[in-house]
């Protein structure tokens, strides 16, 4: 590379004295001035893992051509395959690649020198590089705290689960409530999720007893690190027990009411609604509150009402279908027909009392413990004198 020039120094000899005088000459440079970018990977690397370092040359001016070489530490020599990386046209990155075995965790320097070009003054710059341990990537997954192996339905297995991110073999172990090892199951090293179900039994079908037991899950990935994810699950003897339960209500009692166009008014000394459709319709609505239980068979609405039906009359009864997207879990407005399901015909042609039921449901037809029966109105006028929710439901016990 050019170096710049001196400035000129020219003696003069006058009257046998020697006299300096100075001449100022220019600095020339050699090129523009430059520095080097790199990028190390964020989050750090792990060990046993293969990643890369990325550098480029960065300058006011703009010219392609030059290498970037890597080194560590202050090593005299390159990184293995990081000498001399064109990056190709400018702006661009080179990159030195580090194989998954090349480095122990620890923290490094990377220098990173550019070689410049006839515009551009040679550079270097540096970075801290930190290298973590070899991390097994996995995760286990229990499905319940507590199951109960009668074989009625109700959580009579619990699945143990896991997902895996890269190579890694599985050992699930099950330890009985005194610490004795009862279960290994294995799974071959891969990537894919796996599972086993364990049903709280002795290989002959007999129940396991009650108590707390102990898995554990251990990971070993193809670099030897190992991880053991460690849970605890309740095996209990409890079983379902069911229950049938009728709530009743006058029909008086509805929780809202009214109607589009219609209306529905109730009576001092009298215990029932009367729905008037007028031109459109008219309906009225009842909250239940049904009883906590791990399991629900059916919800049935019921009504002793009065309708005289006529030709084109859509009087029903139904319960409300939570999952319909815009139907409300509380009484902000009237629910829409198209929010009941279950529906059913209330009236007859004789226009005389008689009890109406819903269809029986279930999936979606309770928010929580909340429950919504209703009677909708058209043509005639409907008098509703009683209202029963019927549930079955199911309770733990011995």
Request: proline content about 6%; aromatic content about 12%; overall charge neutral.
């Amino acid at each position: 590379m050019p170096r710049a020039r001196r400035a000129a120094r020219c003696t003069t000899l006058l009257l046998g004295v020697a006299l300096l005088t100075s001449i100022s000459v220019p600095v020339v440079r050699a090129g523009a001035v430059s520095t080097v970018e790199i990028q190390v990977p964020s989050p750090d690397p792990e060990a046993n893992h293969a990643f890369n370092i990325a550098a480029r040359p960065s300058s006011d001016v703009h010219d392609a051509g030059g290498t970037l070489s890597f080194f560590l530490d202050g090593a005299v020599d390159p990184l293995p395959g990081c000498e001399a990386i064109d990056p190709g046209e400018w702006g661009n990155y080179a990159f030195c690649g580090i194989g998954a075995t090349d480095l122990a965790p620890g923290t490094y320097t990377i220098t990173v020198e550019y070689s410049g070009t006839a515009l551009i003054d040679a550079s270097t710059g540096q970075a801290n590089l930190t290298v973590g341990p070899d991390v097994v990537h996995a995760l286990a997954f229990q499905q319940y705290l507590t199951f109960y192996p009668i074989k009625d339905g109700y959580r009579d297995k619990v699945i143990i689960s896991g997902e895996r991110s890269e190579p890694i073999t599985a050992t699930l172990r099950i330890y009985s409530p005194s610490g004795a090892l009862i279960k290994t199951v294995g799974f071959a090293e891969a990537t894919t999720p796996f599972a086993y179900a364990w049903d709280g039994r002795y290989t002959a079908g007999g129940l396991r007893p009650e108590g707390k037991y102990k898995l554990t899950v251990t990971f070993v990935d193809e670099f030897g690190t190992t991880l053991t994810a460690i849970g605890f699950v309740t095996l209990s003897h409890k079983k379902l027990i069911w229950h049938t339960k009728t709530i009743e209500r006058t029909g008086k009692s509805a929780d809202d009411s009214g109607g589009h166009i219609g209306t529905a008014f109730t009576f001092a000394g009298s215990s029932y609604i009367k729905i008037i459709p007028s031109t459109g319709s008219g309906q009225a609505s009842w909250d239940f509150t049904i009883p906590s239980a791990v399991a629900y068979e059916s919800l049935t609405f019921m009504a002793y009402a009065k309708h005289q039906r006529t030709t084109g009359d859509t009087t029903f009864l139904g319960l409300e279908n939570f999952t319909v997207p815009g139907c409300p879990t509380l009484f902000a407005s009237l629910p829409e027909p198209s929010c009941f399901g279950g529906k059913h015909a209330v009236g007859n042609s004789g226009g005389t009392p008689a009890w109406f039921s819903s269809a029986s449901v279930l999936s979606g037809y309770r928010y929580g413990r909340l429950v919504r029966g209703i009677v909708y109105g058209t043509k005639k006028v409907t008098y509703v004198y009683r209202v029963q929710l019927v549930v079955k439901y199911a309770t733990l016990g011995y």
